[in-house]
């Protein structure tokens, strides 16, 4: 299962640093992506990492200010989100893939995850 925290609400231009703990398997054996649900729109893949070797697939909205990471010794997936703006609020989801999956066919929504979080809600005001 993964787990995640770190949601909030910050003031535009602060920052939040997600964590998504995955469990039951060591992270080298997943896949685990961010992905964001604003109301009323579709949810999409923001960022997304090899718990392997950590390469990365970012969405071209959040390149130059998100960044995701991983530490395999505490199975843990982070997103560190700065310059924030009220057009990436939304609830952020951990989801995770067995690692025969890439990381832009898990951020470019072509596969199902094999588990998903239950959400952290990140509020941005202006």
């Known amino acids: 299962q993964v787990v995640e925290s770190g949601g909030g609400s910050v003031h535009a231009g602060g920052s939040l640093r997600l964590s998504c703990v995955v469990s039951?398997?060591?992270?080298?054996?997943?896949?685990v992506g961010w992905f964001r649900q604003a109301p009323g729109k579709k949810r999409e893949g923001v960022s997304c990492?090899?718990?392997?070797?950590?390469?990365?697939y970012d969405a071209a909205s959040v390149k130059d200010r998100f960044t995701i990471s991983r530490d395999p010794a505490k199975n843990t997936v982070y997103l560190q989100m700065n310059d924030l703006g009220p057009e990436v609020a939304g609830v952020y989801y951990c989801?995770?893939?067995?690692?025969?999956?890439?990381?832009?066919?898990?951020?470019?929504?072509?596969?199902?995850?094999?588990?998903w979080g239950r959400g952290a809600q990140v509020t941005v005001s202006s």
């Open positions: 039951g398997m060591q992270l080298e054996y997943w896949v």
């Open positions: 990492i090899s718990g392997d070797d950590g390469t990365r």
């Open positions: 989801a995770a893939v067995y690692h025969e999956a890439t990381v832009s066919a898990l951020c470019e929504d072509r596969l199902e995850p094999n588990h």
